[in-house]
């Protein structure tokens, strides 16, 4: 029978391939109409959050300090990628979000799996004129040329999608993109800088962590990786799996607080304090710790073996990323 052997969590921001000099142009992005919320999740202006800043994160900005952290984040990339080299897994669920990149308002999937037998990742569709920065960290989400067909683990996904139904989850399945764009960044992402030489077999689930007005609760989420980690012990196959969530934690502005209640609620093994988490402060890009909950609810019977926690403030409004990288399983076997 299968076994649930290892599950990670990773960020995904295109801040990832960006070079310290290039973090200050993100930020102008967060300055010129970027939609921010604040800690309560309510619509703000990039003003007003400066105003309310705190004037220490001056020093979060200093070129000394983004060149410390983007190695440091660099770094959370590379160990990542070998944990997940480590565990020798023969297939990899990977949990993210898509952003309208497949899914758009004519129907928008709480939770859907992919069961193709490959899927696509194609070069980037930016326009010509986009800045160099921009296209530096979107390319690490893209093939460099060409399409390449990645492949996927089609009859556990086909398992997952029944056993889910059986649970009373009304998932969405789908065998072939709707757009050529191909996979979306969360599952690029894990493709291009986390399988960087071998590339184990995936399921792609795609939940709507985005999009009002049927995001799941993190309750919600939470049962759903306890289901999805029943579904594969149910798996009549000889194979060991594992589960990894691809996006957050905050962002667009950095709450700190927010992302270490979460790393801490995965390090204990605290599924009350996940579920309870208020909806309401998982929106924008905050709603990607959905994701980590998924992988958390599936992780619950594993060690939690370590983890990383970069706050990447990048402007004295408090933007930003908070950057995360974690594992759980046996610590011989993923670093």
Same mark, same amino acid.
């Given at each position: 029978?299968?076994?649930?052997?290892?599950?990670?969590?990773?960020?995904?921001? #295109?801040?990832?391939?960006? #070079?310290?000099?290039?973090?200050?142009?993100?930020?102008?992005?967060?300055?010129?109409?970027?939609?921010?919320?604040?800690? *309560?999740?309510?619509?703000?202006?990039?003003?007003?959050?400066?105003?309310?800043?705190?004037?220490?994160?001056?020093?979060?900005?200093?070129?000394?300090?983004?060149?410390?952290?983007?190695?440091?984040?660099?770094? =959370?990339?590379?160990?990542?990628? *070998?944990?997940?080299?480590?565990?020798?897994?023969?297939?990899?669920?990977?949990? =993210?979000?898509?952003?309208?990149?497949?899914?758009?308002?004519? /129907?928008?999937?709480? @939770?859907?799996?992919?069961?193709?037998?490959?899927?696509?990742?194609?070069?980037?569709?930016?326009?010509?004129?986009?800045?160099? %920065?921009?296209?530096?960290?979107?390319?690490?989400?893209?093939?460099?040329?060409?399409?390449?067909?990645? !492949?996927?683990?089609?009859?556990?996904?086909?398992?997952? @999608?029944?056993?889910?139904?059986?649970?009373? %989850?009304?998932?969405?399945?789908?065998?072939?993109?709707?757009?050529?764009?191909?996979?979306?960044?969360? &599952?690029?992402?894990?493709?291009?800088? +986390?399988?960087?030489?071998?590339?184990? !077999?995936?399921?792609?689930?795609?939940?709507?962590?985005?999009?009002?007005? /049927?995001?799941?609760?993190?309750?919600?989420?939470?049962?759903? =990786?306890?289901?999805?980690?029943?579904?594969?012990?149910?798996?009549?196959?000889?194979?060991?799996?594992?589960?990894?969530?691809?996006?957050?934690?905050?962002?667009?502005?950095?709450?700190?607080?927010?992302?270490?209640?979460? +790393?801490?609620?995965?390090?204990?093994?605290?599924?009350?304090?996940?579920?309870?988490?208020? #909806?309401?402060?998982?929106?924008?890009?905050?709603?990607?710790?959905? /994701?980590?909950?998924?992988?958390?609810?599936?992780?619950?019977?594993?060690? &939690?073996?370590?983890?990383?926690?970069?706050?990447?403030?990048?402007? +004295?409004?408090?933007?930003?990323? =908070?950057?995360? %990288?974690?594992?759980?399983?046996?610590?011989?076997?993923?670093?």
């Amino acid at each position: 029978m299968a076994k649930l052997r290892a599950a990670f969590g990773t960020s995904h921001t #295109p801040m990832l391939n960006s #070079p310290a000099e290039d973090i200050p142009k993100h930020a102008a992005i967060d300055r010129t109409g970027r939609a921010l919320l604040d800690m *309560e999740g309510r619509r703000t202006s990039y003003d007003a959050l400066e105003r309310a800043g705190d004037p220490a994160l001056l020093r979060e900005i200093t070129p000394e300090m983004l060149r410390e952290k983007v190695a440091r984040c660099q770094a =959370g990339v590379r160990r990542l990628a *070998e944990a997940i080299g480590a565990a020798a897994l023969d297939v990899l669920i990977v949990v =993210g979000d898509d952003q309208r990149e497949q899914f758009i308002d004519d /129907n928008m999937p709480a @939770i859907s799996i992919y069961w193709g037998d490959d899927i696509p990742n194609t070069v980037s569709d930016l326009p010509e004129n986009a800045p160099d %920065f921009w296209k530096l960290a979107r390319a690490q989400y893209h093939e460099p040329s060409g399409t390449r067909r990645y !492949p996927v683990a089609a009859d556990l996904a086909r398992h997952l @999608i029944e056993a889910l139904t059986e649970r009373e %989850f009304d998932v969405s399945a789908s065998r072939e993109l709707r757009f050529a764009r191909g996979e979306g960044h969360a &599952f690029g992402f894990v493709h291009r800088r +986390l399988m960087p030489e071998h590339a184990i !077999p995936i399921v792609p689930v795609a939940l709507n962590t985005y999009y009002a007005p /049927n995001q799941p609760l993190p309750r919600r989420s939470y049962r759903l =990786g306890q289901a999805i980690r029943h579904a594969v012990e149910g798996w009549e196959r000889d194979a060991a799996v594992g589960i990894l969530a691809s996006g957050g934690l905050s962002h667009f502005v950095v709450d700190e607080a927010l992302d270490r209640m979460v +790393l801490k609620a995965c390090r204990d093994n605290d599924g009350a304090a996940l579920s309870a988490l208020p #909806p309401q402060r998982l929106q924008s890009g905050n709603s990607e710790i959905r /994701n980590w909950i998924v992988a958390a609810g599936a992780a619950e019977e594993l060690a &939690f073996a370590w983890s990383d926690y970069i706050p990447c403030y990048r402007s +004295l409004a408090g933007t930003g990323t =908070g950057v995360a %990288f974690a594992a759980w399983g046996r610590r011989t076997s993923i670093g």
